[in-house]
């Protein structure tokens, strides 16, 4: 059982930094795959980038890759998402999910089993 919050969104201009956090709680936090997707109206919900629970295992969308980080700190119970040179089209809710399998490089959103509430990111132009 994980439960997650996220924090950290807002309104920012392109060309800004945002970091997203969200806490987590459960006892198997360690052993989850944790991910970050967003959606924007009217687009189906995205995998932005993930990280695996060994080997430093994660995974960046291709629109990201270069300007999103993500890192997790287990002793905190907690997993970032350092966002810069953010772009209009990165506005969207951001939602934390966690997994208990599956590589990271499996986007589907069907496999994630845990969600927290989403935020919200505005980068305007």
């Known amino acids: 059982q994980v439960q997650l919050v996220e924090s950290g969104g807002g309104l920012v201009q392109a060309g800004g930094s945002l970091r997203l956090s969200c806490a987590a709680s459960?006892?198997?936090?360690?052993?989850?795959?944790l991910g970050w997707f967003r959606q924007a109206p009217g687009k189906e919900r995205e995998l932005v980038a993930a990280?695996?629970?060994?080997?430093?295992?994660?995974y960046y969308a291709d629109s990201v890759k270069g300007r999103f980080t993500i890192a997790r700190d287990n002793t905190k119970n907690t997993v970032y998402l350092q966002m810069s040179s953010l772009k209009p089209e990165d506005t969207a809710v951001y939602y934390c999910?966690?997994?208990?399998?599956?590589?990271?490089?499996?986007?589907?959103?069907?496999?994630?089993?845990?969600w927290g509430q989403g935020t919200q990111v505005i980068v305007s132009s």
């Open positions: 990280i695996g629970w060994s080997f430093g295992s994660s």
């Open positions: 459960g006892r198997s936090f360690n052993r989850h795959t």
């Open positions: 999910a966690a997994k208990a399998s599956g590589s990271v490089s499996r986007t589907a959103k069907e496999e994630y089993e845990y």
